[in-house]
């Protein structure tokens, strides 16, 4: 079966530390994988997808970058966090036209 | 490019009452997608419903109900006789239908919080 993996489920971080966010995909073959924010009360704000392996495209310039290492793994980082970075961070993958699954999501406090 | 509408950001009901979500949504693609999400406080996002855009068929699941008007851009979502455990925020979103090699973008609008009182 298909299955999505998040982690870590919540972390909290001081300003300018480092950020490393993974997530990986099984049961599946070359998905399209996303990243989204959702900022405390807001909607989810898409941030980064990538086709396939090292191919990343970003949807709004910020203090993120994101990688694609291997087929089935995402992974969100930063090298100095800021507050504003803070948020709920989820991590999706397209399964062709039958839609998007969703991770179970990241809660990111930066403190 | 596309747009999600969710005007009501909060509707607050008391149980057994039905609400009604409203979603506009603007997109230049002649296909596409539409869905609803379930955002409980546990902050997953739960699955409800994909409606083709060809499809404009309205869907009953249970106490669930989508009406889509093309006509209209509109896709909304009624939850009759509500009941607590509805309490969320939840998402409707839209995402081209035809598979793309650039990659398919799925929007989202903004939410509504849905407080159903005891």
């Known amino acids: 079966s298909q299955t999505i993996h998040q982690w870590p489920a919540t972390l909290v971080q001081p300003v300018g530390s480092p950020l490393s966010l993974e997530c990986t995909v099984e049961?599946?073959?070359?998905?399209?994988l996303y990243w989204y924010r959702q900022a405390a009360g807001r909607g989810l704000q898409l941030l980064f997808y990538s086709v396939g392996i090292g191919q990343i495209s970003s949807e709004v310039p910020q203090n993120l970058s994101a990688s694609r290492p291997q087929d089935r793994q995402f992974i969100l980082s930063s090298k100095k966090l800021l507050l504003s970075d803070s948020g709920f961070y989820l991590c999706?993958?397209?399964?062709?036209?039958?839609?998007?699954?969703f991770g179970s999501g990241t809660r990111l406090t930066v403190v | 490019a596309q747009k999600v509408t969710q005007a009501q950001t909060e509707i607050s009901v008391v149980e057994k009452e039905d609400v009604t979500l409203d979603c506009v949504y603007e997109?230049?693609?002649?296909?596409?997608?539409l869905f609803w999400y379930k955002q409980p406080p546990s902050g997953e996002l739960v699955f409800l419903i994909r409606?083709?855009?060809?499809?404009?068929q309205n869907e009953i699941s249970g106490r669930y109900s989508w009406n889509f008007q093309k006509s209209t851009s509109s896709f909304n979502f009624t939850i009759t006789a509500s009941q607590v455990v509805d309490s969320a925020v939840y998402f409707c979103a839209l995402s081209e239908a035809q598979i793309k090699a650039a990659g398919n973008k799925l929007t989202f609008g903004g939410g509504t919080r849905v407080l159903v009182k005891p």
């Open positions: 997109t230049r693609d002649t296909t596409y997608y």
């Open positions: 999706a993958w397209m399964q062709g036209s039958y839609g998007y699954t």
């Open positions: 409606r083709n855009s060809f499809d404009e």
């Open positions: 049961g599946t073959s070359n998905p399209n």
